[in-house]
């Protein structure tokens, strides 16, 4: 049996141990890293290659939040992303998870959803990547959206010229702030399964 890889970004020392003790006695998981910080997270992603990476939303040692680190782990590297927080407030939580191009989210106050959300998770999507992915694309337009699936290869029949797919396909990616098509397929590739 495959273990799901899972790292771990938390800079409260008690959630840290809980999570080791959580995590760690499962019998398909490996913890392959506990982190405190943004920094040492995309270090230690890129050291260890993690399926899952468990993130804190409120990271208060450092420059940049859990979002911002957790949006820059995605946009580099295979690993997936669950929120973790501290804050009930589902509009914050969703929002967050939106920046970060997050597959999953669990409010610390229910603990006990941790594992199987990051069994869910590791299995392909969740009906929490498809909130996540439906809020994404709630600012596209229907002919932005039409562009969107054409990039991810879906057969789209088109009937506005090819300047006019062009300008929406810049559309497309500066709304949902990436950089090239490629970059897109990679995060979405995530929702779509």
């Keep these: 049996m495959k273990r799901i890889r899972i790292l771990a970004v938390d800079?409260?020392?008690?959630?840290?141990?809980?999570?080791?003790?959580?995590v760690g006695s499962q019998p398909d998981m490996e913890l392959v890293a506990v982190c405190s910080d943004?920094?040492?997270a995309f270090q230690a992603v890129q050291r260890h290659c993690p399926d899952i990476?468990?993130?804190?939303l409120d990271l208060r040692n450092v420059g940049r939040d859990g979002a911002e680190t957790a949006r820059a782990i995605r946009l580099e590297t295979a690993s997936k992303v669950i929120i973790l927080t501290a804050d009930d407030d589902p509009s914050t939580v969703i929002d967050a998870s939106v920046r970060a191009f997050a597959s999953g989210y669990v409010f610390k106050s229910q603990f006990t959803l941790l594992l199987p959300t990051i069994r869910?998770?590791?299995a392909g999507p969740t009906p929490q990547s498809h909130l996540i992915c439906a809020a994404l694309l709630s600012t596209l337009t229907s002919a932005e959206r039409a562009v969107f699936y054409h990039l991810l290869g879906k057969d789209v029949a088109?009937?506005?010229?090819?300047?006019?797919i062009a300008n929406q396909q810049t559309s497309v990616l500066r709304k949902l702030g990436l950089p090239n098509k490629q970059t897109l397929c990679h995060i979405f590739s995530t929702y779509m399964g």
Excluded at 158 to 164: A, E, G, I, L, Y
């Design 53 to 56: 990476v468990l993130m804190d």
């Design 120 to 122: 869910e998770t590791a």
């Design 38 to 40: 943004g920094s040492q």
């Design 158 to 164: 088109f009937h506005s010229s090819t300047k006019t």
């Design 11 to 22: 800079d409260d020392p008690d959630f840290q141990y809980l999570l080791e003790q959580t």
